[in-house]
């Protein structure tokens, strides 16, 4: 099979979209890469327990196809076996470190729209007295 630059561009532009999404909740990221002539992307992380993984997306899903421990944390990751709509999907279901990271970014998230509205309601208040 040829390889377009249309077909190669899919996957590496979807995969360092993704973990951009992520990386607050990571300790490293390398860009994503072409594999299968661009059919799937592929990119190294390594997340907050110290796990160091490859993960690649193609169409049927984003999977981690490699994995390595620093440390003696528990992991359930089974390389190459489980698919996950996203990046974000597959570090819920295994980094405990993400899962903090990910609920503290929401809760601030949350918080600054909560005071975002009050302001906005304090400056309708006042604006109608």
Do not use: H
Request: net charge negative.
């Amino acid at each position: 099979p040829t390889c377009t630059a249309a077909a190669m561009a899919w996957a590496v532009s979807e995969l360092d979209a993704q973990l951009v999404e992520v990386r607050f909740g990571l300790s490293s990221v390398d860009a994503a890469r072409a594999v299968e002539c661009g059919a799937a992307a592929e990119a190294a992380i390594c997340t907050l327990e110290g796990l160091a993984l490859t993960l690649r997306l193609d169409q049927g899903g984003v999977r981690a196809v490699q994995c390595s421990s620093s440390s003696e944390s528990d992991n359930d990751v089974d390389p190459g076996k489980m698919a996950y709509d996203s990046v974000n999907s597959l570090l819920l279901n295994i980094s405990r470190e993400f899962v903090k990271s990910f609920n503290s970014s929401l809760a601030m998230s949350l918080q600054a729209v909560v005071q975002q509205r009050a302001a906005d309601e304090e400056r309708e208040g006042g604006a109608s007295t």
